[in-house]
């Protein structure tokens, strides 16, 4: 029989994307994002340097195993849903990283949706092409 791995959780939310994100502890650094290593899911720098940041931010890049499952949203939505659920859970491991992470916003929610299409109107703001003739 297996023993069970204890690990720290963390859930991040960002436009549609939800990420669900395990800290295990004793890990080499590895970061997997729905069972594909990170660089293969996100094929955009910037979006790797959205989920390594938390981990490098508080120098814990190589302490542990990450998992993560995003599911829902866009690539960067995921990335940085991806990010606020890994510093959820760093915040479990040591309530001390609070004031690091919070001060570079990776605790909290981006609140920006997308507006609903309004009636008569193309877009949520843009009306048809107005025309003289």
Known sequence: MTEIQQYFEGVGRRKEATARARLYPQGSGRVLINDKPVDEYFGREVDLLA???????????SRFNVSVKVNGGGITGQATAARMAI???LLEVDPEYRLMLKTAGY????AREKER???GLKRA?????????
Do not use: F, I, M, N
Not at 125 to 133: D, H, I
């Open 107 to 110: 605790l909290s929610r981006d």
């Open 51 to 61: 989920v390594y940041a938390p981990l490098k931010l508080t120098g814990a890049d």
């Open 87 to 89: 510093a959820r859970a």
């Open 117 to 119: 299409k309004k009636p």
């Open 125 to 133: 703001r843009k009306g048809p092409t107005y025309t003289k003739r």
